[in-house]
């Protein structure tokens, strides 16, 4: 037997569970359907556990944040700011605090608290459906049939696809919302990793582990170049941490071959500053040998990497360190650089970019241009944005935005 309601949500992530607390509020009747045993998988590990809910800043500067779909996202954004997320979630008992960089986190920083409010603001007027993984969506005349795994037929009138993105699929984003959209006559916009770790092809697995802060960064390569200033971490085989993460943002949709990524480890001094600067360390540790002079200019662990880097002989003097050898020390220090092998996979990736293509939605209603009665929200939409709680804020703008047009329109016949 067909069970009907007038908007079936597919997905109880931020974006679903946002949509489907809307249309309940218009009136709408309004089914959730979940493949996971719970709401809000991938909200769980959101913030480190804490959930960096929103970023409390004016919208034009939170739209500078937003790498693509910051003309798509105005309208949803204006409409449903951050201040709009801050006074619902304190409507729904939970206190939030604001930190660095305007980031926004509940006080108990406990993602699960931010589930919970979310979810019973979806469920207050609506059904939530778990372990019901989608896997078939028809428009039949003026309703959409749904088929799940297993075996159950659900009718709408209007459907929300809200099946976020393609990573970190073990939280249920494995990509069927741009399956579901392209059978139903969508262009999906290649996803691709981004805010991904960045692959190198020059070994720094000596400096695992290693965390550089104030550092300057740039990438470059066949027409771009981007920069960054803040803290970097090594991996096993690249670069993560604050800035390699904004970075590879900018250039996942670039030929990354031959790309370069270099770091500036003294951004703050010209080269003639940190000669002079290397010069008097070189005087006060005149009799000591290169590796055991230069704890002042650099941390410990990064030292032998450093000497080996500028094929210098850490067991020189340093008084017999010639003009040409310190000037390659400076440059690396100034410039030190590595081969760009990829971005990590998008398994990998905090989220994806990509996804279905803007033009084919309304940016206000987030209902497709194409299929009447058809929304596409969150991740699944081709948008992304940079850290600091701005990509759950565009899943709840979006959502907000479907539901209220959605579930509107339903109740005015
Ligand atoms: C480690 C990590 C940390 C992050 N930290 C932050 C942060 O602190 N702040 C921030 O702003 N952003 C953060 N993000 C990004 C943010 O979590 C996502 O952008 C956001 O959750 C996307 O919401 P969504 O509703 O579009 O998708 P999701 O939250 O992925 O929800 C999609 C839901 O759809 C369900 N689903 C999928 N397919 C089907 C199907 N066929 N049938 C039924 N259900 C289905 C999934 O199970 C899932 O529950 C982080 C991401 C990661 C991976």
């Known amino acids: 037997m067909k069970r009907y309601s007038d908007i079936i949500v597919i997905g109880a992530g931020a974006s679903g569970l946002a949509a489907a607390g809307k249309a309940a509020e218009k009136g709408a009747s309004v089914t959730v359907l979940e493949r996971n045993e719970k709401a809000g998988k991938k909200l769980y590990i959101t913030g480190k556990g804490r959930c960096n809910l929103t970023n409390n800043c004016e919208t034009r500067d939170f739209l500078s944040n937003v790498v693509n779909g910051q003309k798509f996202l105005q309208s949803s954004l204006y409409r449903f700011p951050p201040s709009y997320t801050v006074e619902l979630f304190e409507s729904l008992g939970v206190k939030l605090k604001t930190e660095r960089g305007n980031r926004v986190f509940p006080v108990s920083d406990k993602s699960s608290d931010i589930i919970k409010a979310l979810k019973e603001y979806a469920t207050a007027n609506s059904e939530l459906v778990l372990n019901e993984r989608v896997t078939d969506i028809k428009k039949v005349s003026e309703t959409f049939e749904i088929k799940t795994e297993r075996g159950n037929v659900f009718e709408s009138a209007k459907i929300v696809i809200a099946c976020g993105g393609k990573s970190y699929s073990s939280t249920g984003s494995s990509g069927d919302g741009y399956t579901f959209a392209s059978r139903l006559g969508h262009t999906v916009v290649k996803p691709v990793a981004a805010l991904a770790p960045i692959k190198l092809r020059t070994s720094v697995s000596a400096i ?119 000037e390659r020390l400076l440059n690396s220090l100034k410039g030190l650089s590595f081969e760009i092998d990829s971005l990590y996979g998008i398994e990998h990736a905090i989220v994806t970019s990509g996804g279905v293509s803007l033009k084919e939605i309304n940016p206000t209603t987030m209902e497709s241009k194409l299929v009447k009665g058809l929304y596409v929200v969150g991740e699944t939409l081709d948008v992304d944005a940079l850290t600091g709680g701005f990509n759950i804020q565009i899943a709840l703008s979006t959502g907000f935005a479907a539901g209220e047009s959605a579930g509107g329109s339903i109740n005015n016949g």
Request: net charge positive; aromatic share 6%.
């Open 208 to 326: 695992e582990g290693l965390s550089l802060k104030n550092v300057g960064v740039t990438v470059s390569g066949d027409g771009f170049s981007e920069s960054g200033f803040g803290e970097l971490l090594f991996t096993s085989d690249g670069v993560s941490g604050p800035v390699p993460l904004t970075l590879s943002s900018l250039i996942n949709r670039k030929n990354l071959k031959g790309a370069v990524l270099k770091i500036d480890l003294k951004p703050a001094l010209s080269d003639e500053k940190l000669d002079i600067r290397i010069l008097s360390d070189f005087q006060k540790y005149s009799n000591k040998q290169l590796k055991n002079a230069l704890f002042d200019l650099l941390p410990r662990s990064l030292i032998p990497f450093i000497i080996d880097y500028c094929r210098l002989n850490g067991e020189n003097a340093v008084n017999n360190i010639t003009r040409k050898e310190r």
